[in-house]
């Protein structure tokens, strides 16, 4: 498990953000609904990673985790998000020392700590992070918009219909960068102009109303990018758009991305959209990862049964006039430990041990480059058995580290 | 209008039996201005038919008319001009106990399930409500066999079978020899709950269970139908998913045992394997039911998988419409080619040159003269002589005549309105500027610039009108003057509406290989 980790860790040191071992549970009277439960992932700038699953199997909660927007009855449980944009890491460390853990001048990083300095060249940080999933209210406040922005499905819900386009922009560069007045409009032009808005100096005078579907997502992307973020999460951007516009809204995510050289976070349920933007993907089912991969690797060969379900349920052109194959029953609310495969009861592949043995990410073959599943086939080169036995040998190694 | 009259004999010979038969309907919105009322032409001039059995799909984007006309056809919209044949009546002039009853005929599934069920009413009473409307079953009866002529029939729930009213007999009873009962599978009832007695001329037929019992049993079947449990009759819609909820609005539709269901975006709020279970469900009960479908959806894919015909819908038109394969894989309409490069493929490793269109389809309200596409339309009729012009360059003319269109209607935003067809930044340009930023990057051939700089140089001057009307004859074509005819592009019978399609022109699959999609 050690040796593990080493080789995970140096892999995190380029991601702009990293996830671990995250969980955010929501607590009702009847019972505790473990909506993200151990997912880790890593978005290094530039690079499109997308996290495709049905509703209700814990996308978006990932995604409002990572931007602090959980709100009671639901609680980041465990687990670290680690943001590693540099600049933020400097004005963080300079604000907050308290709760700052200098690691190059021998501190240990402590139970409130949510800033760690990892190396620094005389005054500069040249590594570090801040730790979203422990960091206060406040703290996060200043993260969101200004370091991670967020573009959500429906664009006219995510826009003020009191307030004109031109308002909304300019609250968040007055919040987040202190612009004000004319200096103001004039970036919030350039921000419209920026992601395509046409006459974009009338445009900033007018209401969500007046804008076209397209045109407002776009105006959403705009306000998103009034901060000069690092990182863009999108939450099904374009699930609400035509497909004539929705190719339009990919088309400039992704000028956008070369641009900034942004990392985005893309969410979807659409597989086509997701073939389409994602450099990397991961499937999420029931609070958990279950697969992941390059999104080449993932279409042409795709290892989970759940991935393998999902793909073949989508109509296309081969599928003309045949039955569409299903997964039977329904995603199960994942309200208790896994202790067992959750996706087990519709899996067509399950056998005994899939229900007493919870199957962790594991490489889906000896060569296999950056292709998980988690899924007690795999690895698929060594005997049943010993696959099985590997992943319970990691599931109870990751029990003994929690419990110590 | 010639074309399209040809189409419908032929039609007419090859499809046997026309269950709806729609011609040039219209379904406009008045505007709501005083001075000027310009309506919004949701639906304009629509003509297709649908055969019995089958499903004819209905695509296009938001904004294009789909739903209108679905709800037109149900007569939940009231069409402005036009005619809807359904089984031979025309349903657009039907009205009070009438509409009422071909209503039972037409259902409609709803988009979202959310909106589309009461939140207050139990699935039961919700799947039921449609069988009090319409006070489901009549119990109508009919006398056959030996001497039945000239008999009436008595009891207190049943009533006379009448074919205009009832459509078929619920119950039949035979005279011939031993009086025996035949009970219709929808009604619940055994044989043993039905009591029939002869006196001389009266039939006297008993039924034991109410009407109320059997409607309830109709629901558990209904239920049973869909693939829900026969628990979820006394659950409320908020403790069902998004897929069941769906298939309680199937149930719903299907109560009154129609012919013909309308199915507005049924699978479009829903997550793709669900989506696969209620799209294998439609399928299984068209095929229980003899349903036929009007399956609209803007999901390309979804409809080509359930769909034997598609129309595809472009602001209010219909730009083609045939067999669904044709439309899928032997494309001749441009919309249909863009529309199609859109969809983003489930294959990463597809590589597809994408047709991206400009700008956003125009409103309705103000529709272009010519051929509804015309103002997007990547494979617009070109002048002979610019035939061989670089599509780049004549992309550019387009755009700066689109510029020139716009000043007229808003004379003091010539730039911003340019600006629209090229995300351009600098609103301030002056014209030379826009003519810098239209054509400054490009290798605009001697006899185009010539036409242009005239142009421009009357737009210096001041009138704008007189360069609108001087580009508009160096490179206005046919697409902009006339509304395209509907022309036969298959021996199937498929149409495209299209002027390419006409012999002197190259036609819209071939141009988009040499002209559009090789740069």
Known sequence: ?404 | MSTSDSRTTTESVTGSDTLVRVRDLKTYYPGGGIIEDKPVKAVDGVSFDIQRGETLGLVGESGCGKTTLGRTLVRLESATAGEIKYDGTEVTSLSGTDLKRWRRNVQMVFQDPDSSLNERMTIGEIVQEPLNVHDWPYLSVAVTGGGSDGVSVAGSKVEAFDRERHGRPDITVSLDGSTSVEIRDAIHMSQADVSVSVNGDEVEVGVKPSKKQLRRARVRELLDTVGLQPEHYYRYPHQFSGGQKQRIGIARALALEPDFVILDEPVSALDASVQAKILNLLEDLQDEFDLTYLFIAHDLAVVEHICDRVAVMYLGNVMELGDAEGVFDDTANPYTHSLLSAIPEPDPTAEKQRITLRGTPPSPRDPPSGCPFSTRCPMKIRPEAYDDLDNDVWEAIQIFRDVLRERENREKSVTQQFLEFTGIRDPYADIDEIVDEVFGHLDVPDNATRHIETAVEMVREGDSDEARTYLHEEFGSVCEQEPPDAYEVSETGRVSTCHRHQAEYESPADYLQTHVLDD
Do not use: W
Not at chain 1, 203 to 221: C, D, L, N, T
Not at chain 1, 279 to 302: H, I, T, W
Not at chain 1, 311 to 339: K, Q
Not at chain 1, 377 to 390: C, G, S
């Open chain 1, 1 to 404: 498990m050690s040796t593990m980790h080493t080789t995970e860790e140096r892999a995190e040191e380029e991601f702009l953000l990293s996830v671990e071992d995250l969980n955010t549970s929501f607590f009702t009277d009847k019972e505790t609904i473990r909506a993200v439960d151990g997912v880790s992932f890593g978005i290094q700038r530039g690079e499109t990673v997308g996290v495709v699953g049905e509703s209700g199997s814990g996308k978006s909660v990932t995604a409002r985790s990572i931007m602090g927007l959980i709100e009671s009855p639901g609680k980041i449980t465990g687990g670290h998000i680690k943001y590693r944009g540099l600049d933020a890491v400097q004005t963080f460390a300079n604000r907050y020392s308290r709760s700052t853990a200098d690691l190059t001048k021998g501190d240990e990083v402590g139970e409130n700590d949510y800033v760690v300095v990892e190396e620094r060249d005389g005054d500069t940080i040249t590594e570090g992070y801040i730790d979203i999933a422990n960091a206060p209210e406040n703290a996060r406040n200043r993260i969101r918009g200004s370091s991670i922005s967020m573009v959500f499905q429906d664009p006219l819900t995510s826009l003020n219909p009191v307030y004109t386009v031109g308002n909304q922009i300019k609250e968040a560069l007055r919040l987040h960068q202190g612009l004000r007045g004319r200096e103001a409009t004039a970036e919030a032009i350039s921000l419209l102009e920026a992601v395509g808005i046409p006459d974009a100096p009338r445009r900033v005078k007018e209401y969500p109303h007046q804008f076209s579907g397209g045109m407002r997502q776009r105006a959403v992307i705009a306000t998103a990018l009034a901060c000069d973020p690092e990182l863009l999460i999108c939450d099904e951007p374009t699930t609400a758009l035509d497909v004539t516009i929705q190719a339009q809204i990919l088309e400039l995510l992704k000028e956008l991305q070369d641009e900034r050289d942004l990392a985005i976070m893309f969410i979807t349920h659409d597989m086509g959209v997701v073939a389409e933007i994602c450099d990397r993907v991961n499937v999420m089912y029931a609070g958990e990862f279950v697969e992941r991969a390059s999104a080449k690797e993932l279409f042409g060969n795709p290892k989970h049964p759940y991935t393998q379900g999902l793909l073949s349920s989508i109509p296309s052109r081969n599928t003309e006039g045949e039955r569409l194959a299903t997964i039977e029953g329904d995603v199960p609310t994942p309200n208790e430990p896994a202790t067992y495969c959750r996706f087990a009861p519709r899996c067509p592949k399950a056998f005994e041990d899939c229900e007493h043995v919870h199957p962790v990410l594991t490489d889906v073959n000896e060569d296999a480059q950056d292709h998980e599943a988690a899924c007690l086939l795999y690895p698929e080169d060594v005997p049943q058995t010993e696959a099985v036995d590997r992943h319970e040998t990691r599931n109870s190694a990751a029990e003994t580290e929690v419990s110590e």
